[in-house]
Every structure is written in C-alpha cells, then in structure tokens.
C-alpha cells in the first residue's frame, strides 16, 4: 500500500464507467416512471437508498455509522486512525418531483473516490469519511439541510425530531422506522468536525453550460430564509355567505403574497422569493377556506439585503390581511457562507492540472457544506447540468462532466491532506 501525498508515485483514476452504473442503479429506487425520482427523506424509498449503498460500502469493508438526527457517515480507515478526517458527501432524499443527480452524485462520486484508492493500493495517514446527510432537500419536512443543520448544532435535535410531515408523522418516528429497516449501525455523536469537506454537486443552474465550463470552483453559498406563514379566516359556506361576511383565507393568502411581491420587487433579478408549498383547509369546494398554510423560500447572496427583505416579510405576514389573521414562523435564517480559501484553492489547483476550464462562483441552491463551513474547512465542486434544469425529473447531467468532477473530487481530496489548517 502507498501513502498518498507522501510515496505515492501514480494518481489514482476514477473508473468513471462504475460511477455511471452507481448512478444508473440508484435512479431505479423511487423511479417515478417520468425520468426523475421521488425519494423524499426517510420514505421508503429512501431508505432501500440508504441500505443499496451501505451494501456497496459493506462490499469495500468499510465502517457505517449513523447520529442521532439520521446522517450516515461511511469510514475508509486511515493509516493514523486517531486523526480527523477529509471528508465529503451529499444526500440521497429528493424532491417530490426530482431529478436523478441533485445529492446522489455527491454521494456516489465521493464512495467512487473511496474505492478508487482501494484499487489503487493508495493508504491514506487521515481516514476518509463519505457522508450522507438526512433530510437535505426539505420536501417532506421543513426545512431543507435539516440533518447538516442538526450536526452543527444550528437546529436543536428534539425540535428536528418533533417535526411534522403532511401526515402528522414527526421525524423522530420516520428515523426509528427506517433505522429498523437498515443493518445495524454504530452509534455516531452529534459531530461532524474533520479535517476537511469538499462536496461535489451539479450546478442546478445555467452558468456552466452557458460559460462552456467544465468545473464550477464554489467560493461560497448565498444566504436562505425559509419562513411558514398561516392564514385564518373562516369556514363558511360557499352558497350561502355574502362577501361582506366572509373571512376567506385563500383570497387573504393570495393578496397577501401579491403584496409581498411587489414590496420585494428586484429590478437586478438577483432576489429569489419562492412560493412552493401552499395548503388549502379544509380543501372542499363548497366550503370557504378558512385556513392556508404556506412556505416561502427566500434567498439572496447579500447578508444586509436578505436580511432587511426577511424583516420586510415578516412585518407584511402579521396582523390583519383581508378581515383574516396573519402570523409567521421563522424555519430557517442561514446567512451567506464564505468557504476556506485553501480548500478552494485546493480545487482550483487540482482542475488546472487536469486542464479543466473552470470558474469560480457563487451556489445559487443551498448545500449541506453551507453548515460544514462553519466548523470545517470547506469547499464545493460543481459539473454542468443540461439547461441548468433541476428540481424537475428532466434534470441531466452527461457522464463525462460527472467523471471528470468525480475526477477532481478524487484529486482535491488527496490534495487537501497536505495542506496546513489555519
Ligand atoms: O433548495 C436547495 O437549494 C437544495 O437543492 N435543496
Ligand atoms: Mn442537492
Ligand atoms: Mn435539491
């Protein structure tokens, strides 16, 4: 066995054909049946996710572990167990409707790395960590990076775990379910410091493409709000009420959001304000709705203007709208990440030697290494997807940008070994 960065003579190549197949196979669990994925956070689906890719890790011999909030961290032993480790990851659970690359190909392309040093007889002095984080997407329960969140102590464990779903089914019930369903696991504490955390990710976005770029070098990630805003009026029957007696909460929800709007209203575009989940009680057409739940999703690259538009919205989101009450609840307030410099240079220095075009930016979509950032050196590396498309079962991204950010994934990993921490 050679140690890397010290008496290793080769670098170690990704075998890019395993990473297609990985990725092929784990798009079969919660196919839709439209070219996506519908695997949302401790379903299933996700669970029979988690189990193929512990089998794959198993294969390897390598050790699984789980925290009490559902991340798995997946360890390749080092020659000096007793130091932290380099770490990478990303999340197997989808959106609703998702594509077949948003998290998984993090996820496989830092397993893909793991094996490719075992095929290339490469020991490592730090041990390696791959981890899959629970709940990243946020689609089934809010908010989203909710397991990243959980281990770096931004959002208390009991109040994760008391989380609702549509179904009144809290998260602390769906983990003990799916904890059964897989093989046993250590017991892994609330921690997830190491030496180091590189995330490979698709771009979800146009930039890349548009740019004929092969690798995104991410410096940072912009700053999201996620807010739940209730709307109470009253139920009343839709024959029978006049207007001037009606407390309708869709129509308050509705002019409410308008406002909100235009109040936010960004002529440079670079403000993203998102309505994606909108309830309708009791959700009967002959019954004036008399309550509406919904999410928004705000986001901003500026820390002062995310958080002066925030302040803006939950100020319109109280009192009275429309003869109904209005009241807001904070799910989740991340301000913009900053990533280490050395690790980002680490990526940037690992894609020059493999004569990569790449550019440094900014993630526009949130990341589980936004909370890594704020207790271990961190960076991200992005690959294109077709037409920036994710979110939506069209999400495509071609094997060989896969391969080649596998590839500096691989590379920057072994790099980042040999640099000094700050
Ligand atoms: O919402 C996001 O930015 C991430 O893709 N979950
Ligand atoms: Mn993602
Ligand atoms: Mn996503």
Request: aromatic share 4%; with cysteine.
């Given at each position: 066995m050679?140690t890397?960065?010290?008496?290793?003579?080769?670098?170690?190549?990704?075998?890019?054909?395993?990473?297609?197949?990985?990725?092929h196979?784990?798009?079969?669990?919660?196919?839709?049946?439209?070219?996506?994925?519908?695997?949302?956070?401790?379903?299933?689906?996700?669970?029979?996710g988690?189990?193929l890719?512990?089998e794959?890790?198993?294969?390897?011999?390598y050790?699984?572990?789980?925290?009490?909030?559902?991340?798995?961290?997946?360890?390749?032993?080092?020659?000096?167990?007793?130091?932290?480790?380099?770490?990478?990851g990303?999340?197997?659970?989808?959106q609703?409707?998702?594509?077949n690359?948003?998290?998984?190909?993090?996820?496989?392309?830092?397993?893909?790395?793991?094996?490719?040093?075992?095929?290339?007889?490469?020991?490592?002095e730090?041990?390696l960590?791959?981890?899959?984080?629970?709940?990243?997407?946020?689609?089934?329960?809010?908010?989203?990076?909710m397991?990243?969140?959980?281990?770096a102590?931004?959002i208390?464990?009991?109040?994760?775990?008391a989380?609702?779903?549509?179904?009144?089914?809290?998260?602390?019930?769906?983990?003990?379910?799916?904890?059964a369903?897989?093989p046993?696991?250590a017991?892994?504490?609330?921690?997830?410091?190491?030496?180091?955390?590189?995330e490979?990710h698709?771009?979800q976005?146009?930039?890349?493409?548009?740019?004929?770029?092969?690798?995104?070098?991410?410096s940072?990630?912009q700053?999201?709000?996620a807010y739940?805003?209730?709307?109470?009026?009253?139920?009343?029957?839709a024959g029978?009420?006049?207007?001037?007696?009606?407390?309708?909460?869709l129509v308050?929800?509705?002019?409410l959001?308008?406002r909100?709007?235009?109040?936010i209203?960004?002529?440079l575009?670079?403000?993203?304000?998102?309505?994606g989940?909108?309830?309708?009680?009791?959700?009967?057409s002959?019954?004036?709705?008399?309550?509406?739940?919904?999410?928004?999703?705000l986001?901003?690259?500026?820390?002062?203007?995310?958080?002066q538009?925030?302040?803006?919205?939950?100020?319109?989101?109280?009192?009275?709208?429309e003869n109904?009450?209005?009241?807001?609840k904070v799910?989740?307030?991340?301000?913009?990440v900053?990533?280490?410099?050395k690790?980002?240079?680490?990526?940037?220095?690992?894609?020059?030697?493999?004569?990569?075009?790449?550019?440094?930016?900014?993630?526009?979509?949130t990341?589980?290494a936004k909370?890594?950032?704020?207790?271990?050196?961190?960076?991200?590396?992005?690959?294109?997807?077709?037409?920036?498309?994710?979110?939506n079962?069209?999400?495509?991204?071609?094997?060989?940008?896969?391969?080649?950010?596998a590839?500096?994934?691989?590379?920057?990993?072994?790099?980042?070994?040999?640099?000094?921490?700050?």
């Amino acid at each position: 066995m050679k140690t890397a960065h010290s008496t290793q003579t080769h670098v170690p190549m990704i075998n890019a054909a395993r990473l297609s197949t990985r990725l092929h196979a784990m798009a079969q669990i919660g196919a839709t049946g439209n070219g996506g994925v519908n695997r949302q956070a401790l379903t299933a689906e996700d669970t029979s996710g988690r189990r193929l890719l512990l089998e794959w890790a198993a294969g390897r011999g390598y050790t699984s572990a789980v925290d009490p909030i559902g991340n798995l961290y997946i360890r390749r032993p080092g020659i000096r167990p007793e130091l932290s480790p380099v770490m990478t990851g990303s999340h197997l659970d989808s959106q609703p409707t998702g594509g077949n690359y948003d998290g998984v190909f993090g996820v496989l392309a830092g397993l893909e790395v793991l094996e490719t040093l075992d095929d290339f007889g490469v020991a490592t002095e730090r041990p390696l960590e791959l981890v899959v984080w629970m709940n990243e997407e946020g689609s089934r329960f809010s908010p989203p990076t909710m397991g990243s969140a959980v281990a770096a102590g931004a959002i208390p464990l009991d109040r994760a775990l008391a989380t609702l779903d549509r179904n009144g089914v809290n998260v602390g019930e769906a983990l003990a379910m799916q904890m059964a369903e897989l093989p046993p696991l250590a017991a892994r504490p609330l921690d997830a410091r190491g030496y180091a955390y590189i995330e490979a990710h698709i771009e979800q976005g146009p930039i890349l493409e548009d740019e004929n770029c092969d690798i995104g070098i991410v410096s940072g990630i912009q700053g999201l709000h996620a807010y739940q805003v209730e709307v109470r009026g009253a139920e009343a029957h839709a024959g029978t009420t006049p207007l001037r007696h009606r407390k309708d909460a869709l129509v308050a929800a509705m002019s409410l959001i308008a406002r909100i709007r235009s109040e936010i209203a960004d002529p440079l575009d670079v403000l993203r304000f998102t309505v994606g989940k909108f309830e309708v009680a009791p959700g009967a057409s002959s019954t004036v709705p008399g309550k509406v739940t919904f999410l928004i999703d705000l986001r901003h690259p500026d820390p002062e203007h995310l958080a002066q538009t925030g302040a803006k919205i939950l100020r319109l989101c109280s009192g009275q709208v429309e003869n109904c009450g209005v009241s807001a609840k904070v799910l989740l307030q991340s301000t913009p990440v900053q990533f280490d410099e050395k690790v980002v240079a680490v990526v940037r220095e690992a894609t020059a030697r493999r004569q990569l075009k790449s550019m440094r930016m900014i993630s526009g979509a949130t990341h589980d290494a936004k909370y890594m950032a704020g207790h271990t050196p961190t960076a991200m590396i992005f690959v294109p997807c077709e037409k920036g498309i994710s979110h939506n079962e069209a999400e495509h991204a071609r094997d060989e940008d896969l391969a080649a950010g596998a590839q500096i994934l691989c590379d920057a990993m072994l790099a980042v070994m040999s640099v000094e921490k700050n």
